[in-house]
């Protein structure tokens, strides 16, 4: 999306970069992982088609990508380079053209060491708020396998409610509509969210 290339979203423990080129090798590596593969429900792909489906990702109009950098690794480092930070992903899709409204989100913490720590969580919560007062959004849904016990729980926590089981792909569909509470509940959650530029694949720390 172009909307979110030149932004950074700066958390916690998280921080939200653009997914540019410069990330493609380490999110390929990751994706060769049988385990997540099955997790995302996804075929691996050569490099050659990743560094496309990249380039497809920053132009497509209906798709909110960003990539996960833990926040502590990226301030302390000395060079340019991202890529030792990354963690995973985080993605708003907004697909159904009968409520433009929707955003169907995933997010992905690909780094085994970096689970259980509440990057998911935040990197959740902050592109929900940046798909609430950024692109309009007032729904969410998420659709996670059925075994995927810790993502299921991680959304619930974040006040979604499961709304379908879909036993032929084993997948669980959950839900939240953000009413006038759910939106002042999420925007305290992130209140602590920075929003900067991203420029020439860095942020001027200041």
Request: aromatic share 8%.
């Amino acid at each position: 999306m172009r909307l979110n290339q030149n932004t950074v979203l700066l958390g916690k423990k998280v921080v939200l970069v653009p997914y540019t080129s410069e990330h493609v090798p380490r999110y390929h590596e990751w994706m060769q992982s049988e385990e997540l593969q099955r997790l995302t429900a996804s075929e691996p792909l050569t490099l050659e088609q990743e560094y496309a489906m990249q380039r497809s990702w920053q132009e497509d109009a209906d798709k909110c990508t960003f990539i996960v950098l833990d926040a502590k690794k990226w301030q302390a480092r000395l060079g340019p380079a991202e890529e030792s930070c990354m963690v995973g992903d985080v993605n708003l899709f907004l697909t159904d053209v009968e409520d433009p409204a929707l955003g169907e989100i995933e997010v992905m913490i690909a780094e085994p060491s970096c689970r259980g720590q509440g990057f998911g969580t935040e990197a959740a919560l902050l592109m929900m708020s940046y798909g609430v007062t950024k692109l309009g959004l007032t729904k969410f849904e998420a659709k996670i396998g059925q075994g995927n016990e810790p993502s299921i729980r991680m959304f619930q926590k974040l006040h979604f409610e499961q709304v379908a089981l879909n036993s032929v792909f084993q997948e669980v569909t959950l839900r939240l509509t953000v009413s006038e509470p759910e939106q002042q509940w999420l925007l305290a959650q992130t209140s602590h969210m920075e929003e900067k530029a991203y420029r020439d694949g860095s942020v001027e720390h200041q």
